[in-house]
């Protein structure tokens, strides 16, 4: 039996464009990037004609592009860089932000350096975006820590207005687009954010590597010391396999953004569709709006029943794998936090289904099939 793969949230299989590129590399190219014999000038070309390709899909300088291990560690620089270097006392984020940037901010909020407000959001995700504006009021040169795409519930944050509010305010913007990167056209020259986190494997790209886009209008001290790196931003060996695989992801999912785009909402909506048709009193967490919320993923709050605890562990058996929350918090008997920070009902079950160019519509038949047959 082939399984069926809703979790994609997580993280995405692999494009056999990108494999392929990867592997060429890994046959003909070993030299180290920071060499200066033949070899390493040659992985040094690659290191730097990735950065050039990913730096003109997003319309910026290749000097503001700094690859790193993935989004953890490029929102961990972010934030603990620009408090400690820019002299920032003040931070705004959202109770229902990624733990790469809520738990690195409460850290430094521990440790005395910096002191911490939370926007608040409603229902649905959305952050309040008058609230926000009085939080940077009342504390001018915030770093300002929110994300694009919400990963377990979708909801979608307007960051060009976000952006705008820091500006008014002298506020560094930092936002998190793991989720959304190579979903939808960032333009950084109209942006007005100072970073930006990326993560390939969330856009069939591999693991282990991503890239943090940071402006030129800020300078901050690196994190991971040890070399010059990254122009004296990430100590450490180039990732050269990685990020060619970073750069060849990035330029597939560019070139068919709009089909995609438009092939998954499909998905997302039949799904939505489906579920209202067959499951009684079935709903939703976060947006499901198209134009509020992101298109590859649906996080669906099922009745509260005996039967419905046991959903996520009965589909993943008949060879459905979706997710209760998000992945990178697996292991942890803690419920969601994004789903209490929502005010989500904690009796009924909630479980994400996530969705890519690789999804067909006969799965989501399965799918819904094997839920009216576990609920009935």
Known sequence: MERIYLDNAATTPIDKEVQEAMVKVMEHQYGNPSSIHAHGRAARTIVEQS????????NTSPSEIFFTSGGTEADNTAIASSINTLGISHAITSTIEHHAVKHTLRELEKAGKVKLNFVNVDDKGNID????????ANNPRSLVSLMHANN???TLTDIERVGELC???????????VQT????PHDLQKLKLHFLACAAHKFHGPKGVGFLHINHRVKIAPILLGGAQERNMRGG????????????????????MPTHHTYIQGLKTYMIEQLQLHIPDIRFNGETDSSKSLYTVLNVSFPATAKSEMLLFNLDIAGISASGGSACSSGSNIGSHVLTGIQADPQRPSIRFSFSKYNK???????????????S
């Open 167 to 177: 500006e008014q305010y002298d506020a560094i913007y930092h936002c998190d687009t």
């Open 361 to 375: 519509r006969e799965e989501i038949d399965l799918t819904i099939q094997k839920l009216k047959q576990f609920l």
């Open 152 to 154: 377990e519930i979708g």
């Open 237 to 256: 060996t180039e990732n050269i396999y990685g990020i060619v695989g970073l750069a060849k992801a990035l330029q597939i999912a560019y070139a068919e």
């Open 181 to 184: 990167m190579g979903h939808y």
């Open 51 to 58: 950065r050039k390709s990913i730096a003109t899909l997003l």
């Open 129 to 136: 975006i008058n609230h926000l504006e009085q939080l940077l």
